[in-house]
């Protein structure tokens, strides 16, 4: 059994949904943030089972009210890591129930005799994006409700998956072609659709109205596929996560800012989203910063090589045990910046 990756979900034995972070995780735990709760005036379920969103949105200040809710009614699910140096949800394995993999409820799906409209969609368009992009389909997967088989066909989205750091960059080659060719089944927001995303944004975000609408025509994993809303998420493979818990440790050291150039962008699709940076302005304390890491799939994957951003975030030192090496790192997405952290165009 494949340990467990990024935006893979478990049941806890209470019945709580609870979505994967990244592929590293400590010995007997897994680093996750809880998503859907079993109650009675739930939106989504199935078979008599209905559950409910604890995250009205997915924001920091968001994700602080969850993890203190855990802290004061289920404490089993918060971990203080010794070697991140932060508190966070993190679920013990002997509390699993039931795991649940993408690309094997995609597997599923494609051979099951029956599904539901929103699955036939969610079909047809992985098979769409292996076709015209040449990624086989088993590098494919479904994440979010319908992984978890509680989705709603009326209002539920498509979540998928794409596996693997190469075939990440050739989907979003892809989609980004398509997102602006204008005659493809596959459409970004428009109209008043994008205002209305753009002032959702902005209530979401410390940008003003011209970075959001910057941020806008550089995503490219969001979008419409016959009118139902999907997005993509690239993941990385088993074999592609070498990094082990404990490898490196982590300590914060402040809240800085500044300007930098971006100057490597291999994984920056990938979670945690980074980017290898020159700053252009000095950082408080002279320290050399080596990369922008954002836990915040917001600012993933949208910039470039030789792209100049505005950086706030935490700044901590990082000591890699491996390759005998001290370094420095910004995380935009930290707990201690309470939302007010961010990687902005500079327009």
Same mark, same amino acid.
């Given at each position: 059994?494949?340990g467990f990756?990024d935006?893979d979900?478990?049941?806890?034995?209470?019945g709580?949904l609870f979505?994967v972070v990244?592929g590293?995780h400590p010995?007997n735990?897994?680093?996750?943030y809880?998503?859907?709760?079993?109650s009675?005036?739930?939106?989504?379920g199935?078979?008599?089972?209905?559950?409910?969103?604890?995250m009205?949105?997915?924001?920091i200040?968001?994700l602080a009210a969850?993890i203190?809710?855990?802290?004061q009614?289920?404490?089993?699910?918060i971990f203080?890591s010794?070697i991140?140096?932060?508190?966070?949800?993190a679920?013990?394995?002997?509390f699993?129930?039931?795991?649940?993999a993408?690309?094997?409820?995609?597997q599923h799906?494609?051979?099951?005799e029956?599904?539901?409209?929103l699955?036939?969609?969610?079909?047809q368009?992985?098979?769409?994006?292996?076709?015209?992009t040449s990624?086989?389909k088993?590098?494919f997967?479904?994440?979010?409700?319908i992984?978890t088989?509680?989705h709603?066909?009326?209002?539920?989205?498509i979540?998928?998956?794409?596996?693997g750091?190469d075939?990440?960059w050739?989907?979003k080659?892809?989609?980004?072609?398509?997102?602006?060719?204008?005659?493809?089944?596959?459409?970004k927001h428009?109209?008043?659709?994008?205002?209305?995303l753009?002032?959702?944004?902005l209530n979401k975000?410390?940008l003003?109205?011209n970075?959001?609408a910057d941020?806008f025509?550089? #995503?490219w994993?969001y @979008?419409?596929?016959?009118d /139902? +809303?999907f997005s993509?998420h690239?993941? !990385?493979t %088993?074999?592609?996560? #070498?990094?082990i818990y @404990?490898?490196?440790?982590? /300590? +914060?050291?402040?809240?800085?800012?500044g !300007?930098? %150039?971006?100057?490597?962008v291999?994984?920056?699709?990938v979670l945690p989203c980074t980017?290898?940076?020159?700053?252009?302005?000095v950082?408080?304390?002279?320290?050399?910063v080596?990369?922008?890491?954002?836990y915040?799939?917001?600012?993933?994957?949208?910039?470039?090589?030789g792209d100049v951003?505005?950086?706030?975030?935490?700044?901590?030192?990082?000591?890699?045990r491996?390759?005998?090496?001290?370094?420095h790192?910004?995380?935009?997405?930290?707990?201690?910046?309470?939302?007010e952290?961010y990687?902005?165009?500079?327009?």
């Amino acid at each position: 059994m494949r340990g467990f990756l990024d935006r893979d979900f478990l049941k806890t034995v209470e019945g709580f949904l609870f979505c994967v972070v990244g592929g590293t995780h400590p010995r007997n735990r897994v680093i996750s943030y809880l998503k859907y709760v079993t109650s009675h005036e739930g939106r989504w379920g199935r078979r008599g089972e209905s559950y409910s969103r604890t995250m009205p949105n997915y924001t920091i200040p968001s994700l602080a009210a969850n993890i203190q809710m855990l802290t004061q009614q289920y404490p089993q699910y918060i971990f203080h890591s010794r070697i991140l140096n932060v508190t966070m949800s993190a679920v013990p394995k002997r509390f699993v129930a039931e795991r649940y993999a993408p690309e094997k409820q995609l597997q599923h799906l494609f051979e099951a005799e029956e599904v539901d409209p929103l699955q036939e969609t969610a079909i047809q368009l992985a098979s769409y994006l292996s076709q015209e992009t040449s990624i086989p389909k088993d590098r494919f997967g479904v994440t979010g409700s319908i992984l978890t088989n509680i989705h709603q066909p009326t209002f539920s989205d498509i979540d998928l998956v794409v596996y693997g750091r190469d075939e990440g960059w050739k989907i979003k080659r892809f989609l980004q072609r398509e997102l602006e060719a204008g005659d493809s089944v596959l459409t970004k927001h428009r109209g008043k659709a994008v205002a209305k995303l753009l002032e959702k944004w902005l209530n979401k975000y410390p940008l003003t109205l011209n970075e959001a609408a910057d941020v806008f025509r550089r #995503r490219w994993n969001y @979008g419409f596929f016959k009118d /139902t +809303p999907f997005s993509i998420h690239i993941v !990385k493979t %088993r074999e592609e996560v #070498r990094e082990i818990y @404990g490898d490196k440790r982590y /300590t +914060p050291l402040m809240l800085v800012e500044g !300007k930098a %150039r971006i100057t490597e962008v291999k994984n920056s699709l990938v979670l945690p989203c980074t980017y290898g940076v020159d700053f252009l302005e000095v950082l408080e304390g002279g320290v050399t910063v080596e990369n922008v890491v954002t836990y915040d799939g917001f600012y993933g994957g949208i910039y470039d090589c030789g792209d100049v951003v505005r950086v706030r975030g935490k700044l901590e030192q990082v000591r890699d045990r491996r390759r005998r090496h001290v370094y420095h790192r910004i995380v935009v997405g930290s707990l201690e910046a309470r939302g007010e952290d961010y990687v902005k165009p500079v327009l």
